[in-house]
């Protein structure tokens, strides 16, 4: 598809119905019936960053800041094995306190204690630091990039550098790592065009992984009032990510499920493949509310696994076999 069809396609006046299925089918035909589970582990949400879009940014005073401790973070690794799941997805705000060296240790130290394939989402570092990470044992990377439209993410990401991001995906791609990144659907500013250029740099940059969620507006940021992003073109973005990417591994993400009860099952009709139930401790996920309304907060990790589980059989799904690695290379 080019750039023009695209922005047709996410037109609110276009019919989803057909590229809705042609969506599923092509899931279906490159990556499968079966549902990837990542157990996510969210274990820390210090962040030297101000992203005007974020609830743990800097500048927040009202966020009660946590870090879990090696002990912690292993206890919920096992947790995850425990619960069937082959990966554990390891996300922090660009935090400090946890240098290459300290992450280096805590990836060795996870991927031997439970041999689950490793995602870290932890913000930027250097071309060295990340193949250090690499051999420690980390398998992929994710590191959205929020938006193409340069513009666009200075206003949102004041002291991030556009370049350097973009920079950093490509080290990390050097590193051999198994790279993700993404969007979100319905920022202020944003435009159809923009969203479109998205999906063609997605495209462009052969992701192994794309995560795209709708824009959800936190009382406490800069942002606090904008109208959110809808689940509608969130899903077309799913969609048409789906079609244009191909094997890309894609999840019905969270925030999804937060502005409609039925937004992940629905992505997972039209070409998402992955889901992220969280394994963090209970008692912090609260502490981590990039936005408000965020589902699943109080449930244990067990309720999680049993509720998607549910969700699954209720789709004519089943859970994926395997770690669930790119299927790029393959």
């Known amino acids: 598809m080019n750039k023009e069809e695209l922005v047709q396609a996410l037109s609110p006046g276009a019919d989803t119905a057909a590229f809705f299925a042609l969506a599923d089918e092509t899931r279906k035909k490159y990556v499968g019936d079966g549902v ?114 340069r513009a666009l993410f200075a206003a949102l990401k004041p002291d991030s550098d556009y370049d350097r991001r973009f920079s950093c995906l490509a080290w990390l791609k050097e590193a051999g790592f198994q790279v993700g990144s993404g969007v979100m659907a319905g920022l202020p500013g944003q435009t159809l065009e923009s969203l479109a250029d998205d999906i063609l740099l997605f495209k462009k940059m052969d992701l192994d992984m794309v995560g795209i969620g709708p824009f959800i507006a936190n009382p406490d940021t800069p942002l606090a009032g904008s109208p959110g992003g809808t689940l509608d073109l969130a899903l077309r973005m799913v969609a048409l990510t789906r079609i244009v990417t191909r094997n890309a591994h894609i999840p019905a993400t969270t925030a999804m499920g937060s502005i409609d009860p039925q937004g992940r099952q629905k992505a997972l009709r039209c070409g998402a493949n992955v889901l992220m139930p969280n394994i963090s401790p209970v008692e912090h996920r609260v502490d981590y509310s990039l936005y408000p309304g965020k589902i699943c907060v109080n449930d244990q990790p067990e309720q999680c696994a049993g509720c998607v589980d549910a969700m699954l059989r209720s789709l004519g799904r089943s859970r994926a076999g395997g770690f669930g690695h790119s299927l790029k290379k393959a």
């Open 36 to 149: 990837h589970l990542r157990g996510l582990l969210e274990f820390s949400n210090h962040c030297r960053r101000n992203c005007r879009y974020c609830g743990i940014r800097a500048g927040n005073p009202k966020v009660r800041r946590y870090r879990l401790t090696t002990g912690e973070i292993l206890d919920c690794a096992r947790a995850a094995v425990a619960l069937g799941y082959r990966t554990v997805v390891m996300q922090s705000g660009e935090d400090n306190h946890w240098g290459p060296k300290e992450l280096v240790k805590i990836v060795d130290e996870v991927k031997k204690a439970t041999g689950l394939a490793i995602t870290l989402s932890v913000g930027e570092y250097t071309k060295e630091e990340y193949k250090d990470l690499r051999k420690a044992g980390a398998d992929r990377f994710l590191l959205r990039f929020e938006t193409s439209d």
